[in-house]
Nanobody, 123 residues
Framework: QAQLVESGGGLVQAGGSLRLSCAAS????????MGWFRQAPGKEREFVAA????????YYADSVKGRFTISRDNAKNTVYLQMNSLRPEDTAVYYC????????????????WGQGTQVTVSS
């Protein structure tokens, strides 16, 4: 059974940075796409970023392009999300996700999900 555990969330002031991590276990995901979604209070869950198994192809939501960077370490079965220039509208629960193809996550779905980590950006 696959298990995804996120860490790195917290409270930060606007303009600050956070780095989220997601460690996957239960099987090897080195040939799978990995990504991040988020859900703000009262809103639907939305795609944030995804990275192909090789790390050579990345996808970003328009709202985070130029501010967030996704990366992965296949040896550690871990995906990261470096978030810079954070804004209050980035406040949400951030979910790690894994799917066979990173492009699938751009469409809003994924096969495996983490439990989420809270990110709060104060103004």
């Amino acid at each position: 059974q696959a298990q995804l555990v996120e860490s790195g969330g917290g409270l930060v002031q606007a303009g600050g940075s956070l780095r989220l991590s997601c460690a996957a276990s239960g099987r090897t995901f080195s040939t799978y796409g990995m990504g991040w979604f988020r859900q703000a209070p009262g809103k639907e869950r939305e795609f944030v970023a995804a990275i192909a198994w090789s790390g050579g192809i990345t996808y970003y939501a328009d709202s985070v392009k130029g501010r967030f960077t996704i990366s992965r370490d296949n040896a550690k079965n871990t995906v990261y999300l470096q978030m810079n220039s954070l804004r209050p509208e980035d406040t949400a629960v951030y979910y790690c996700a894994i799917d066979r193809f990173a492009s699938t996550m751009v469409g809003g779905t994924s096969a495996y999900w983490g439990q989420g980590t809270q990110v709060t950006v104060s103004s």
